[in-house]
């Protein structure tokens, strides 16, 4: 499975930001997909994931309410709308795949990871 993500950039504080993910190669259906980010000197950290439905979701607190994750079976592609974007928020975001419907933080649980897409919140 290949991942690639796109849509990062330079935003305002307070601003918004759509992030996506197409997932191409050979999937196994159910699949879970999610989004971690890592800023400079930390540890990556969970975002969000979906199930293959799309109709169970899971964020992390640092983001609920801000960010929505979705997914577009058809495409194969998922999707992160950042709302209300924060300074903290500036990290690299990549996109990760693993087997089955279960939803998962941690990063040890995905096989599939993308090369990842910066998002600079700054004034």
């Known amino acids: 499975v290949q991942l690639q993500a796109s849509g990062g950039g330079l935003v305002q504080p307070g601003g918004s930001l759509k992030l996506s993910c197409a997932a191409s190669?050979?999937?196994?259906?159910?699949?879970?997909m999610g989004w971690f980010r890592q800023a400079p000197g930390k540890e990556r950290e969970f975002v969000a994931a979906?199930?293959?439905?799309?109709?169970?979701?899971y964020s992390g607190d640092s983001v609920e309410g801000r960010f929505t994750i979705s997914r577009n079976n058809a495409w194969s592609t998922m999707y992160l709308q950042m709302t209300s974007l924060k300074p903290e928020d500036t990290a690299v975001y990549f996109c990760?795949?693993?087997?089955?419907?279960?939803?998962?933080?941690?990063?040890?649980?995905?096989?599939?990871w993308g090369q990842g897409t910066l998002v600079t919140v700054s004034s």
């Open positions: 190669g050979r999937t196994v259906n159910p699949y879970t």
């Open positions: 979906i199930n293959g439905g799309g109709y169970s979701k």
């Open positions: 990760a795949y693993k087997e089955g419907s279960f939803l998962t933080s941690s990063t040890r649980t995905y096989t599939a």
